[in-house]
């Protein structure tokens, strides 16, 4: 007998072109949080894909609780007591929590006499989770994503799960969910479940984590590693091969940015049970960040300025000029850019080449006559994958085919290359490796040296605060702090989320 319950010994899996694992081992022990680092397309979501029975290997062995085992789709998996939380939940919306948690069961096929009984048995899982307050008969759609997680591992532990899979769990929550999740992660690994845990998050490691593996272009590199006694430079080095430059990029400091013109000014933007009374102004040259828990308000604002949303008071003036509310053209027309937080409703052209969904929102300059330019189209595309590290590098390859990391890197690639005065990036870096992390702070500086005003939303608190040159600070709706990025640290910011006084 080892002390191993999983053991994953020099899996292969190729797509056509790419082989995604080539020749990975992992092994966890009942009762750790097992880290699973690696950069944007090394192989990990490609892994748990294998171990979730949601992918075939093309060869290498598994063993569970040292026994050989085939994981030929995910209902084995499960029965086996694996269970797997995606970054994408996949809970149905429309059905309540407690029809979730028991979504494939027998249980659930016994019918409307066992209502009761499953209510009870699911408000029983979520107390086990120490989060006996969501009501299980609460419709899922309704939820916070924070709960929403909860239910997937409620539904996880109703399935006796050993071993729980959990994808960037950390990348939709807000920084005081992220402590409860840690809090549930404890709980769970007391009584001796498994935590597979994957985050681009470096400094989370050192918290939640027992040991690491690191992957790197379908490798491991190292595994087992104590999270405790590895430095994250060493973390770094082994995912990426290289040191990254952890610091931001240099600012050009209040002087420079005070005599240049003043681009996008905001004048009390209100919309009813989101925001009020928002203002603010963005000078060419500037990037200002805007820092906030999840419902303060900041993507919201975002999309009005936009003009995706339409005010219930105020005006978006750009160059002095007024631009219609609720209008994203008039928006688009003035020079405005918007790379919105979520990947999935970005207007990826699945089928379409890289180069073409990076040069979607810059299609007018690519084009001559009415013909779009594909030559000088794929160059600049390339230019701005180089620069990103994005893998396959070969801009001619169709995107789905991308790592979720490397798709978000494309996005961003897309709106750099867009040629916008003011450009409005919603986390722009969520998803990403540390390494490209730090690409994309240097291009975002770059643009905004380049004359661009920039409005920057990240729940990533040091990133808001090193690559802004000002910051809005919102509690529920309302601007509560604006100061220079030097003149506030990180403790004062969490004080004014809670406190929203201190103004
Ligand atoms: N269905 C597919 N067809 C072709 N290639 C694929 C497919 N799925 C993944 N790949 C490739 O396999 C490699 C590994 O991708 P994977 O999604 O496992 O990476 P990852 O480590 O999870 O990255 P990220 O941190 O960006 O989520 C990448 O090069 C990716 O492009």
Known sequence: MSDALLRMSDIVKTFPGVRALDGVDLEVRPGEVHCLLGQNGAGKSTLIKVLSGAQQPDGGTIEWNDSEVALRTPATAMKLGIA???????????????????????????????????????????????HGDIDPARTVGELPVASKQLVSMARALSHDARLIVMDEPSAVLAHDEISGLFRVIEGLTAAGIAVIYISHRLEEIREVGDRITVLKDGHTVDRGLPAARTSTERVVSLMTGR??????????????????????????????????????????????????????????????????????????????????????????????????EERKSQALVPYESIARNVSLAALGRYARLGWVDRGSERAAAEEVTRSLRLRPSDTEQPIRVLSGGNQQKAIVARWLLADCGVLLLDEPTRGVDVGAKSEIHALVRELADSGVGVILVSSELPEVLGLSDRVLVLREGRVVREAASEAIDEHEVLDLFIEGSAA
């Open 243 to 340: 040191d990254v430059q952890s610091a931001f990029p240099e600012r050009r400091g209040e002087e420079a940015r005070s005599g240049s013109r003043e681009l996008l000014r905001v004048e009390r933007l209100s919309r009813r049970g989101e925001f009020t009374d928002v203002s603010f102004t963005v000078h060419s040259g500037e990037i200002l960040g805007m820092a906030g828990l999840v419902g303060a308000g900041r993507s919201e604002i975002l999309q009005t300025v936009y003009g995706a949303r339409k005010p219930d008071s105020g005006r978006v003036l750009l160059d002095g000029r007024r631009l219609r509310p609720g209008s994203v053209r008039s928006a688009v027309r003035a020079g405005m850019g918007f790379a919105p």
């Open 84 to 130: 797997t939380i995606y970054q994408e939940l996949d809970l149905v919306d429309g059905l309540s929590v407690a029809e979730n948690v028991f979504l494939g069961h027998e249980r659930s096929t016994a019918g409307f006499s066992r209502r009761a009984e499953m209510l009870r048995a699911t408000r029983e899982l979520l107390e086990r989770l120490g």
